[in-house]
């Protein structure tokens, strides 16, 4: 009988796996449906949908493994890296989602939640202000106008699986939609800034670098305390605090 491996899991959702099949199970169905749709429009290799009924999403395991983990050593070429810098680049050409995602949120919005997360990781006492107040800083430059892109809105590196430098597929399309395709290039490359060139070699166009390390900023400072607690460890070396003190 198969192992039954738990993937991931906390109060929202949860990934197991059995065998060569994936079971998601999501406290929202509406994340499920967002996540099977993009899949079907996305122009690069998903993986396949072998049934779905209500909280429960199952699907095939890709073939390959990940360039890495965040807070572990990354793996793969360069030339794997730059195959996913351009996949990343066929996905956001794409023609556009009918609904916004997590990359889509309008600038007020996110400067407000932003302002107020900040404000709560130092009364808190969860961060220092001074690294709080100089990646607030950093993070101001992601709030810009952007033109809309079709982003898959959770891009971890964990989520895009290569064998050899070939892209076999991309995972976890429940926050896909309209958003900033620098959202996406960012949340792949936190943490592994050492192969960002070759996925900008990849992508194939100019990136507004200031852009990129303001989302990392971002990012992490938003997800610092959720990561806290559902469980998981943002201060472990090379996860979120350790991006938060590169900016220093």
Not at 204 to 223: E, M, N, P
Request: proline share 6%; hydrophobic share 45%.
């Amino acid at each position: 009988m198969d192992e039954v491996k738990v993937v991931v899991a906390h109060s929202e959702r949860a990934t197991l796996r059995v065998g060569d099949v994936f079971l998601k199970v999501d406290a929202d169905q509406a994340r499920i449906d967002v996540e099977v749709e993009a899949m079907s429009l996305a122009p690069v290799p998903t993986p396949k949908v072998l049934w779905r009924k209500p909280s429960v999403l199952a699907t095939a395991a890709l073939p390959g493994t990940t360039l890495g983990r965040l807070g572990g050593p990354s793996t793969g070429t360069p030339a794997a890296w730059a195959a996913a810098g351009a996949a990343i680049r066929k996905l956001h050409d794409a023609p556009l989602p009918s609904r916004p995602g997590q990359a889509g949120r309008s600038i007020v919005a996110l400067a407000a939640e932003l302002d107020d997360e900040c404000e709560l990781l130092v009364t808190n006492g969860v961060l220092p202000a001074d690294l709080v107040t100089r990646n607030r800083q950093v993070a101001e430059a992601a709030l810009r106008p952007w033109n809309p892109a079709f982003t898959h809105g959770d891009l971890q590196i964990d989520h895009v699986f290569v064998d050899g430098d070939e892209v076999t597929g991309i995972i976890d399309w429940s926050e896909a939609g309209q958003g900033d395709a620098l959202y996406d290039l960012a949340t792949f490359t936190l943490g592994h800034e050492e192969h960002l060139d070759d996925v900008i070699a990849g992508y194939g166009t100019d990136i507004d670098l200031d852009v990129i390390h303001a989302w990392w900023s971002l990012r992490s400072l938003l997800i610092v305390r959720w990561l806290i607690e559902h469980g998981f460890d943002p201060f472990a070396p090379g996860c979120e605090v350790d991006v938060l003190r590169s900016r220093m």
